[in-house]
């Protein structure tokens, strides 16, 4: 397959740097986007072309698009860290590609070749590299999706879709100190059900959770939890991101069903505990299991992890009929271990053993040694 080459046509009027830097110093989660982005056709006849990496601006849609009316759309997430030497590189793309072209199959839609997906992204980072922070945590969130151009009322996939990648600079989901959240238990809806789009990331799934974290915030939560749909039983993911329960020394997460999203920093942290000497282990958890495990203190320490927010530490848990504490309330040592770990290989201040960093751009002289 040959592959588009990105045809550049840069903004004539950039936001001066000034504004910029301002917004740098507090950019917020999804609040400012960069200059530019880059979008590729795809049509049943002639595949992927007209890749272009133009100004950032408003995307024409017809009435009767058939992404407004039928939801076919997937979209990814991922970071690009400002390293040690001057590099840009982003944690693990390949597998966000990966995951996008798997999210794509589920919802009818055409495959992005893994090559192209990666260099739109390096293409947008290269041409809006003065807008990765500097600031410690903070980096340049990329926003890959894709979506039916096609118009019609017709029930069917589309024939004409649009890839774009837009970037925005971030501090972080959570900002600030890091403090424990306090979760919700949504006994009465579910997020995704065995043989649905659970696995998929695409914007039905997250439509279908708002509800549920309008409830958490109702009761004074920060974030939903879902149980499986089946039994309401068994613990799945907590708003966007997946959980992960520590025993002591020992680190648990729920299998992939089919109902859960596949996440990156899930799969990253596993591999890293096993790294740090960790037990680490894919297996169901129950609410009941949650509940007890806390009350007799075998379960030392619960966090949810994702790629806008990181790692973050789960404090207490309410239900409608219960409420607890999870450890002593406060981050465990296992969850801020795991989390400078991971947040080191990201920021260049540990080695990169298992290559998952990907230079995307450099913003200044090369630092001895370093690829």
């Not at 950032?56 to 970071?79: C, M, R, S, W």
């Not at 199959?105 to 090559?115: D, G, H, N, T």
């Amino acid at each position: 397959m040959t592959l588009p080459v990105i045809e550049r046509k840069p903004a004539s009027r950039p936001l001066p740097a000034e504004q910029r830097e301002e917004v740098l110093a507090s950019p917020g989660f999804g609040d400012h986007f960069t200059d530019h982005m880059v979008t590729i056709t795809w049509t049943e006849d002639a595949g992927w072309h007209r890749a272009r990496l133009v100004p950032y601006g408003p995307l024409p849609i017809d009435p009767a698009n058939l992404t407004l009316h039928y939801a076919q759309t997937v979209f990814e997430g991922l970071k690009v860290h400002r390293r040690p030497g001057g590099a840009l590189a982003a944690f693990r793309p390949e597998d966000n590609a990966r995951r996008f072209q798997a999210s794509a199959r589920r919802m009818a839609m055409p495959e992005l070749p893994v090559e192209t997906f990666v260099a739109a992204c390096e293409a947008l980072v290269q041409q809006d590299r003065a807008w990765v922070p500097s600031h410690p945590g903070h980096a340049l969130y990329l926003r890959p999706f894709m979506f039916a151009t096609e118009s019609g009322l017709g029930v069917r996939a589309a024939r004409e879709f649009l890839f774009v990648v837009i970037a925005s600079p971030t501090e972080g989901y959570f900002a600030g100190e890091i403090r424990p959240v306090s979760v919700w238990v949504a006994e009465d809806h579910v997020r995704a059900a065995p043989g649905g789009t659970g696995a998929a990331k695409t914007g039905a799934n997250y439509a279908a959770s708002l509800m549920g974290q309008a409830q958490a915030a109702a009761q004074g939560c920060d974030q939903v939890v879902w149980l499986d749909a089946l039994e309401r039983r068994w613990v799945e993911e907590m708003g966007a991101m997946n959980l992960f329960f520590v025993y002591g020394e020992r680190v648990v997460t729920p299998g992939l069903t089919g109902t859960l999203l596949p996440g990156i920093t899930r799969a990253s942290l596993l591999t890293l505990a096993r790294d740090l000497g960790h037990e680490a282990e894919e297996a169901r958890i129950s609410l009941q299991d949650w509940r007890r495990d806390s009350a007799d203190g075998s379960l030392t320490e619960v966090f949810a992890c994702g790629t806008a927010a990181g790692v973050v530490p789960v404090g207490s848990v309410k239900t409608a009929h219960d409420r607890w504490t999870v450890g002593d309330g406060r981050p465990g040592r296992v969850t801020m271990r795991l989390r400078e770990a991971l947040r080191a290989i990201q920021s260049g201040t540990a080695a990169d053993t298992r290559g998952w960093m990907r230079e995307m751009a450099q913003t200044g002289h090369r630092a001895p040694g370093r690829s």
